[in-house]
């Protein structure tokens, strides 16, 4: 080891010595040196430092978290450690992608969580069970890595200024971190068990985060849905990779998919039962219908929060299918079939609803959850893998800005109901710019998918999709950008200003990462240097697709900025009809389902339990009632005699020596 | 070793000698203290030690008005020095070798084959290690107890004295003897201090666990009858091989004694009165370490001795476990008293741990004795929680409190870190030790395995629902003013909370540069008792010939 490696190996274990997890991340470093880069003689290789840059991107967080919860009071240190630790996070993936910039293979290194024998017999491969603490490190993982980090930032610097006002900064910014180790844990996951680990943390960040405000119904609420219902997701996941475990008996990507389809007794049923259930954790988690619910309803939380989840986990469930494609591919016809029709579907159901209702920021997640599933349904084929996910960058990216930008701009004009807002170009001109760039990379976040896309129906979601995606996504920059902004009881249209530059330039940090992830998807270069398969997108003929989303962008034009008042008011209606037919089924929900089971678990304890318990006392004291009497009425020597012969005989009847 | 020669000059370490067995080859060596201290009665120590303690607690004065807490501090001290030998022979405990450590045997009854036999394997050990964490927070958790405190803290220490007796013994007879005096104490505490509920509670928890000790001592004198009528020790007794039929008749009767005590649907009857009604110190106590010897019967018993008639109720007990894990949830969603919501949820790690006995794979029976562990630390620090809550609360009713997190948030946090304990989350005992389970049942009790999920998906909305109210939802104006954790409360309940974490980020034990450090790790510990059972349970290799189905031919089976 030379002075370089020994001095970084020296910084790591300063500055992580107190953790024991993180000590153990430190650990990998001697295991890691070996696969750096190889140096360049003179002059600063950065593949020298990834023996502690790949660690210190899961490190830091975890650093920042325990400083903060243990030493951290006031809103400003927390916003300012959050925000450094962030820095370093982003800093370290950016020396990791410079050292591993020409090399096209992933970057190893992994340290064992637990090695155990648990048999001596048996199968071989059965033997032995080992989760490890891995990193695998692409170029694909890079620029997902890349894309969350900029969402947290924006959100961090976004909440700085705009979130002055929110109650428990420390934990916020806590709870954030948390959020921030999960999201990356999760890109560089090599083990399986460890994706499920941190996938489950960044849910219980998610949960912390949409829950945050207390003390209201609401915010109860709210919390409810955000733990509860994506759980299904999250169980979902870990039932897939105990299938994946049961059969095949490893828990490491790299080492499942050469032997997904030559293992024997292993049939496609079981690949099917691990893919579907992988593709619904994606599914629930990257937020597409039918599972939008659990960020729709948790709109009100605080707005960071909303942007955060928004962004980063359609960017992790993403990166979870392009990494289980090998899963779904070898497990025959059906599960491709299925995820395919799910996303499609998806794709043009997700945009309908964000025509209901009025709801600024509902519409936005709505409106975008349909790209975010064009962009999945190109994920799912190979020749438009990288271009597709490359969009699905764009789109997290650009739905946090434009999640962002919305509440700057519904806090200004003092509500969220886009009947009532407007005006924006002339008094809030960032924020209605960044809502126009946000909603146009959104619309067209899919449209290198479907110039790629195969034959088949999977034409007609595109087009669709890609059709409604721009029409529903431009509504809310038409109601808030254009139009009139009218008095309102307590509200003058002319106090109205621009947020400060501070919190603009933060959604502008989402939509310019958005924009370069739009742009890069059709280059060349971009896709290779991706490396995850595919290819790039020829112009041509392909531009036709652009007619679908501009001709999405026009109808949106003249309904909503030509005739915006009837049109939002037809959204209103519309609205109000979807919610109706949500309590309707909440009401039947309760009736056929929920208090039903409650009156099986109340008829249990409090009828059918009581009863048979009643039932074996009286059973009980009958039997001591009769052997009262019999004590009464029987001489007790020939009494006992017998029953110690009845004993004897049956202790011979069980025991050993007499032939069965 | 240089203890017993002191004794020797006095002319009693010749006796004591005698005690000491010769041990077997594979054993490790009897002294502990890394050579600092040789000594060779360490369980009997940790066994009776709290029970003369008991005694001294009986026979003390009464003390001065001014020292009201003298009991409390006798069973703190007793609990803490019990917890420091725990902590000892942990860190001594082999590792990697089998065969049992720590024995102890002296003749009892000899004409009856009934010896006084300790020892303690991996499984043991750990579960020794929970029982002195959970007896120390039971201790601190009755720091409010006032009334007839001498009679409390004497019931219980002799409850830890039963609970660390079932673990320790290896002579089945001493396993009964200790499982039915644990009874007794539990039993007092419940009737005496117990809630409005009480003698309902107090009912029912006697009439099950006295099902169960039936059980347990019918099926113990089947193999006993079976075995050839000569000797209780275990492993005597384990290598006995009965016709398939008492095969079925003791795995039966020891499954019974077994979820009476975990417990399992339909046999929960008692632990949701008790969980609801007991002071926190005794729910703490019950669903810690007392509940958990009930999977401990399992394992070494029934999974560990009847291996072919384990086979046989597999999918019996897959379906009870995977009915516990669902009733439970639907009983925590319908249930509007935190404390009946939280003992509803402390249901699922026994169910869980049934999973993993049902799953019968190595794997998952590695998982199912680490889940004994952790799910008795995560049942202890959710019901202790929801006990403490709705005390500091004065309030029990979810409507009412409510929305304690910004002025109760030590214990609405804890509450919050129970639950996720529950449902297994990442850095938490519990998510190593399920995983373990899921992994290794999933490939044999599928179905069983997805139910439980689809429970503890049930379980997660019923925490939503009871975090959403009690602590981060709105408070209610009409309930009294509620306080946050006393020392005490939070001394207690961050043991518990500690060890989920300590155990949930370092399983294998806390390496530096490779070499570990203090702790063994637990699932190196659990392993060394699991993996000679768990290789009768080994999967067959899939044969290499052209692609088959998988064999029909049941695995192995020892002896």
């Known amino acids: 080891m030379d002075a370089g490696e020994g001095c970084a190996l020296s910084l790591v274990t300063a500055v992580t010595a107190m953790h024991g997890p993180a000590i153990a991340l430190a650990a990998s470093t001697a295991s890691a040196a070996s696969s750096a880069a190889s140096g360049r003689r003179g002059g600063f290789d950065p593949g020298s430092t990834l023996p502690w840059a790949v660690p210190l991107i899961l490190a830091a967080p975890l650093v920042g978290y325990v400083l903060i919860l243990g030493s951290v009071r006031s809103r400003r240190g927390a916003a300012t450690v959050a925000m450094a630790t962030m820095v370093v996070m982003l800093l370290a993936t950016l020396l990791v992608g410079w050292a591993r910039v020409h090399q096209s293979a992933p970057y190893k290194s992994s340290y064992q969580w637990i090695n155990i024998l648990v048999a001596s017999t048996g199968d071989q491969r059965f033997q032995g069970f080992g989760v490890d603490l891995g990193f695998r490190i692409d170029h694909l993982a890079l620029a997902a890595l890349v894309t969350v980090m900029a969402i947290v930032i924006a959100s961090l610097a976004w909440h700085r200024v705009a979130g002055r006002g929110e109650q428990g900064p420390v934990r916020y910014h806590v709870n954030t971190l948390l959020f921030a180790l999960g999201a990356g844990g999760v890109l560089v996951s090599s083990d399986l068990v460890e994706l499920v680990a941190f996938w489950l943390l960044t849910g219980l960040g998610t949960y912390l985060l949409l829950g945050h405000r207390w003390g209201t119904e609401g915010a109860g609420r709210r919390g409810q849905v955000a733990l509860a219902f994506p759980f299904v997701g999250d169980v979902a996941l870990f039932c897939g990779v105990a299938i994946l475990y049961s059969r095949f008996a490893t828990l490491t990507l790299d080492s499942l998919f050469p032997v997904l389809t030559t293992t024997l007794g292993v049939g496609l049923k079981s690949l099917t039962a691990a893919a579907v259930l992988i593709f619904v954790a994606v599914a629930v988690r990257a937020c597409i219908w039918p599972f939008t619910a659990w960020q729709t309803a948790t709109v009100d939380a605080p707005s960071a929060s909303v942007a955060m989840a928004a962004g980063v986990w359609p960017v992790l469930a993403g990166s979870l299918l392009v990494r289980m494609l090998p899963l779904i591919g070898a497990a025959g016809v059906q599960a491709p079939r299925i995820a395919g029709y799910a996303v499609g579907v998806a794709a043009v159901a997700g945009p309908v609803l964000g025509l209901a209702g009025v709801e600024l920021r509902r519409s936005i997640v709505l409106a975008s959850s349909g790209a975010v599933a064009l962009t999945l349904l190109g994920v799912l084929y190979p020749p438009s893998v990288t271009v597709a996910f490359s969009g699905l960058l764009a789109v997290a990216a650009a739905r946090a800005g434009m999640l962002l930008a919305g509440t700057s701009a519904a806090g200004a004009m003092r509500t969220v109901d886009m009947r009532a807002t407007g005006g924006g170009w002339q008094r809030m001109p960032a924020s209605s710019a960044a809502l126009l760039v946000s909603a146009a990379v959104i619309a067209l976040g899919g449209l290198g998918a479907a110039m790629l896309r195969p034959s088949g129906p999977a034409w007609i979601a595109f087009g669709a999709g890609l059709a409604l995606v721009a029409l529903s996504v431009f509504r809310p920059y038409f109601a808030v950008a254009h139009g009139v902004l009218r008095r309102r009881r307590a509200f003058e249209p002319e106090r109205v200003r621009d947020v400060p530059s501070s919190v603009a330039f933060a959604a502008f940090i989402c939509q310019a990462v958005g924009a370069v992830a739009l742009v890069a998807g059709f280059l060349t270069g971009w896709i290779g240097f991706l490396g995850a398969g595919g290819h790039s997108v020829s112009m041509g003929t392909n531009v036709l697709w652009l007619i679908a989303p501009l001709g999405g962008v026009a109808i949106a034009a003249a309904a909503f900025g030509v005739r915006k008042d009837k049109s939002l008011e037809m959204g209103a209606t519309l609205g109000g009809l979807t919610g109706a037919l949500w309590e309707r089924a909440a009401v039947l929900y309760q009736r056929l389902i929920g208090r039903p089971g409650q009156q099986v678990v109340r008829g249990v304890e409090e009828v059918a339990v009581p009863t048979a318990e009643a039932g074996v006392g009286r059973a009980f004291s009958a039997a001591g009632g009769l052997a009262g009497s019999a004590e009464r009425g029987l001489p007790w020597i020939p009494t006992v005699l017998a029953l110690a012969v009845v004993l004897a005989a049956a202790f011979a009847l069980v025991g050993a020596g007499l032939a069965r | ?559």
Not at chain 2, 531 to 543: F, G, K, L
Request: proline share 6%; hydrophobic share 55%.
């Open chain 2, 1 to 559: 070793m240089s203890l017993l020669a002191a004794l020797h000059v006095f002319g009693v370490g010749a006796p004591l000698m005698e005690a000491v067995p010769t041990p077997s080859a594979s054993a490790a060596p009897v002294s502990f203290g890394a050579n600092v201290i040789g000594f060779s009665f360490l369980l009997s120590l940790v066994v009776w030690g709290p029970a003369l303690m008991a005694l001294v607690t009986a026979i003390v004065p009464e003390p001065r008005t001014g020292q009201r807490r003298t009991f409390l501090g006798i069973a703190f001290w007793t609990n803490a020095a019990v917890l420091s030998l725990v902590l000892i022979g942990y860190a001594q405990f082999q590792a990697f070798t089998s065969g049992l450590q720590f024995e102890e045997k002296l003749p009892w009854l000899p004409s009856l084959g009934i010896n006084y036999h300790l020892g303690v394997d991996g499984m043991g050990m750990v579960l020794l290690l929970l029982s002195g964490l959970v007896g120390l927070g039971a201790t601190l958790a009755s720091w409010d107890i006032g009334e007839r405190s001498r009679t409390f803290f004497v019931m219980l220490l002799l409850t830890q004295t039963a609970v660390n007796g079932v673990v320790a013994s290896r002579d089945l007879f001493m396993v009964v003897l200790f499982w039915a005096a644990a009874t007794v104490p539990v039993a007092v505490l419940v009737a005496g201090w117990a809630g409005p509920r009480r003698s309902a509670a107090t009912g029912r928890l006697l009439a099950y666990w006295g099902l169960g000790t039936a059980a347990l001592m019918a099926g113990v004198l089947v193999l006993y009858a079976a075995a050839g009528s000569s000797d209780f020790d275990l492993d005597t007794l384990s290598k006995a091989v009965p016709s398939g039929r008492v095969q079925l008749l003791i795995a039966i009767l020891f499954a019974v004694a077994a979820l009476t005590r975990l417990p399992l649907v339909p046999f929960h009857g008692w632990a949701r009165d008790v969980l609801a009604e007991a002071p926190a110190g005794v729910v703490v106590l019950v669903a810690g370490s007392a509940s958990r010897l009930g999977g401990y019967v399992l394992v070494r018993l029934m999974a560990g001795i009847e291996h072919d008639a384990a086979h046989t109720l597999a999918p019996f007990l897959g379906a009870l476990a995977a009915l516990t894990v669902v009733y439970a949830g639907l009983g925590a969603l319908s249930a509007t008293d935190v404390r009946r919501v939280a003992a509803y949820l402390a249901l699922i790690p026994g169910g869980v741990t049934v999973l993993g006995v049902a799953g019968l794979t190595p794997l998952s029976l590695v998982g199912t004795v680490m889940l004994l562990f952790a799910g008795g630390l995560a049942a202890a620090l959710i019901a202790g929680s929801a006990a403490t809550l709705a005390d500091h609360a004065q309030a029990r009713s979810i409507g009412l409190a409510a929305g304690l997190a910004g002025r109760a948030p030590k214990l609405s946090w804890l509450l919050l870190l129970g639950c996720l304990a529950v449902l297994g989350m990442p850095l938490l005992a519990t998510f190593a030790s399920g995983l373990m389970v899921f992994m290794g049942s999933f490939r044999t009790q599928a179905g069983a395995a997805v139910a439980v999920a689809v429970g503890i998906v049930l379980a997660a909305a019923a925490i939503a629902r009871l975090m959403q109210r009690v602590a981060f939802g709105a408070p209610n104006p009409d309930a009294p003013t509620p306080s946050d954790a006393s020392l005490a409360d939070s001394w207690y309940l961050g043991i518990l909370a500690g060890a989920l974490l300590w155990v949930g980020l370092v399983p294998s034990g806390p390496k530096l540069f490779g070499v570990p450090i203090l702790d063994p790790g637990v699932v190196n510990i659990v392993n060394t008792s699991t993996a000679d059972m768990a290789s009768s349970y080994a999967p067959t290799p899939v044969p290499t010939q052209a692609p088959s189905p998988l064999p029909t031919t049941s695995p192995s089976r020892s002896p």
